[in-house]
């Protein structure tokens, strides 16, 4: 084994090594601090990359639907915008089923950055007080669109309803409606009790129809033309007081015929109504029994419905007993019933001087009790009448 010779070279050699050494873990150290930074910067990046992607893919928010209803009394139009075609026709079609197609102006526009979410639907505009459509229409596109029910700013406007003006025609038989009124039972109640006077076939409410109008110090003219005596309108007039107190009837332009076959009508009529119902007397007496007095009063009233036309009142018995005492006893009869007619509001100067036929003018066979109470009559005669086929004086009512 060979040893250094010289003690100073070992000890440089010493020294070298040394140095290497430290040499070594300096650069050692380098080395892993840079290993180190580098891993820090690949930890960081990963986030930051992660990040800006999440940011970059997020949808922009757009702006929230907001509908206006601009209303004007019967029509609305709709503004703003949606965020589809498919959401305007839904709004369109709900304002349609509130207030009819042509009272609809559409007016929406369609931006597809527009959202629901958050939305609001409010109103404005003129409308009249009581029209509860404008607050419909909100709630409805509110509830299906699941919107916010916004503001309502509505001018009121204080709706005057018209008192009702209506008209009716007569011609004899037949009766025709014209006018409005504001319900069907308005409507039932004016055109049923023609029905019941005139017949259903006689009636045309055609001309009848409803509307915005109150009966409220209405007014019902009835004018046309209508036969002597036809006291129809009159029970037709009591049963409109009934129904509406507050109306005014006015027939001041009704005509009445009295010619002389419209006069003959009504004594044909008059025969008949007295047959039915027999205007009676106490016994031998010219004393009107109480049972008479409701056909006392049908006759009164056509003969106030044939003003100023006169009309004679003649009683009639049959054969039975003296001649003069029925005689006498037809013409105190007679006179009996002038005056209770006249206590039912018939002028005096209406009519002629009673007359009693006795029984000079029988109209049945006095050989028979069923004969003798027919000739027991009392008759109206009106000055100027001719006798009315029966065909005619069977088709009148009264």
């Known amino acids: 084994m060979t040893s250094p010779s010289n003690p100073e070279d070992r000890i440089d050699g010493r020294i070298g090594w040394i140095y290497l050494g430290v040499l070594a873990l300096v650069f050692g150290a380098v080395a892993a601090w840079a290993f180190s930074s580098g891993d820090d910067d690949l930890v960081t990046a990963t986030p930051r990359s992660t990040t800006t992607l999440a940011v970059d893919t997020e949808a922009p928010v757009g702006e929230v639907v907001e509908i206006l209803l601009v209303v004007d009394g019967p029509a609305v139009t709709l503004q703003g915008a ?41 109103v404005t505009g003129i409308t009249d007080v009581g029209d509860d459509e404008p607050q419909g229409l909100q709630a409805d596109i509110a509830a299906v669109l699941r919107l916010v029910a916004g503001d309502v ?49 006689r009636v045309d409410s055609s001309g009848l129809s409803i509307g915005m109008t109150t009966l409220e110090d209405a007014t019902v003219t009835i004018e046309g033309t209508i036969d002597a005596g036809d006291i129809r309108v009159q029970d037709y007039e009591a049963s409109l007081g009934a129904a509406f107190p507050t109306v005014v009837v006015d027939r001041t332009t009704l005509a009445v015929d009295t010619s002389a076959e419209a006069l003959g009508r009504l004594e044909g009529r008059l025969r008949e109504l007295v047959a039915a119902n027999p205007i009676l007397f106490e016994l031998g007496s010219a004393e009107i029994s109480p049972e008479s007095d409701e056909t006392l009063q049908r006759v009164a009233a056509a003969i106030a419905a044939t003003p100023g036309i006169q009309v004679q009142v003649v009683g009639h018995t049959d054969d039975q007993g003296p001649e003069s005492i029925n005689q006498q006893l037809s013409e105190e009869r007679a006179g009996a019933v002038q005056s209770r007619l006249i206590t039912l509001g018939i002028p005096p100067d209406q009519f002629l001087l009673p007359r009693g036929a006795g029984e000079s003018e029988p109209i049945a066979d006095n050989s028979t009790e ?13 000055e100027g009448a001719v006798d009315a086929p029966a065909d005619d004086a069977d088709a009148d009512e009264g």
């Open 82 to 122: 949606v965020p589809d075609t498919d959401t305007r026709d839904l709004v369109r079609d709900l304002a349609v089923a509130r207030y009819g197609e042509d009272a609809v102006i559409d007016e929406l526009q369609v931006q597809p950055t527009r959202v629901l979410e958050g939305g609001a639907v409010s």
């Open 153 to 201: 700013d509505l001018e009121l406007n204080q709706v005057v309803v018209p008192p009702a003006d209506i008209r009716i025609g007569l011609d004899r038989d037949a009766i025709t409606f014209a006018g409005e009124v504001p319900d069907q039972a308005a409507f039932d109640a004016l055109v049923q009790p023609a029905v019941v006077q005139w017949g259903d076939g």
């Open 370 to 382: 069923e004969g003798q109470a027919q000739n027991r009559r009392i008759a109206f005669e009106f």
